[in-house]
């Protein structure tokens, strides 16, 4: 058996939300390596622009869409248009709100949009994209999640009880569309190295590095690149036989 045939993503199309930076981009630009059709996509018209020229400039096919997610109906509408673009068999659900206070400091707003960015528009994309996957008989489904959602930490206890029932939503859809080869999995880093934690790294470049020496067994802060490799499993046919699952890549925990 050849590689391509259980890796490659050529003739797929891929959205993967939140992909103008970080982790996002990452991805986007891992599964257009491995042949599939790219839908970017930013909170804002020309997020993504930096991403789409890269990946064009490798030859890949790549197009790129703007919402912001907290909206309410944004996550189907979304979909909507993307699927306009191309039939999407991949959905990345990347795009995430993540504000740092412990329960007690949470305000309702902060915890509203939360709820919607993370929980709500997740919804309207699986409401608006497994019907079209299971009726074309194959479809992946890659939440991006949280080693916070199985180990929460008292500062983040709002994000990390949203990726909680995040991966709750996958778990509970993966089994309704087994049978129609739809497959759903969470991929769930620990920490990663950026641009949302610059400001701690650069305002503190010797407390970030004590804290990440003893975060975990690795003693470092993973790379938005390391999650690639995970993420073309789970996007592939490599991953026939997996759906409800959680990948963490911690760096040992």
Not at 43 to 64: D, F, L, M, N, T
Request: aromatic content about 4%.
């Amino acid at each position: 058996m050849q590689l391509e045939s259980v890796f490659g993503l050529k003739g797929r199309t891929a959205l993967v939300t939140g992909s103008s930076r970080g982790i996002g981009a990452a991805i986007a630009q891992g599964l257009a390596g491995a042949g599939a059709r790219v839908i970017l996509h930013g909170v804002k018209p020309g997020a993504a622009e930096a991403v789409q020229r890269q990946i064009a400039a490798s030859g890949g096919a790549v197009h790129e869409l703007a919402g912001d997610l907290s909206e309410p109906g944004a996550g189907r509408d979304l979909v909507e248009r993307a699927e306009a673009i191309a039939p999407i068999d991949i959905l990345v659900i990347n795009a995430s709100a993540q504000i740092n206070a412990l329960l007690s400091e949470l305000t309702s707003e902060d915890l509203a949009f939360q709820l919607a960015v993370n929980l709500g528009s997740t919804v309207e994309m699986l409401q608006a994209v497994l019907p079209r996957m299971a009726a074309r008989k194959w479809g992946r489904v890659v939440s991006i999640g949280s080693v916070n959602q199985v180990r929460p930490k008292g500062i983040v206890t709002a994000y990390a009880a949203t990726k909680a029932a995040q991966h709750n939503l996958i778990q509970s859809r993966a089994r309704d569309y087994a049978r129609d080869n739809v497959l759903l999995n969470t991929l769930a880093p620990g920490l990663i190295d950026t641009d949302r934690n610059a400001h701690r790294r650069d305002e503190d470049p010797k407390g970030w590095e004590n804290y990440v020496r003893t975060l975990n067994w690795m003693g470092r802060a993973g790379q938005a690149e390391e999650l690639v490799g995970a993420a073309i499993f789970l996007s592939s046919q490599a991953c026939s036989f997996m759906t409800g699952e959680s990948i963490l890549l911690t760096g040992g925990y």
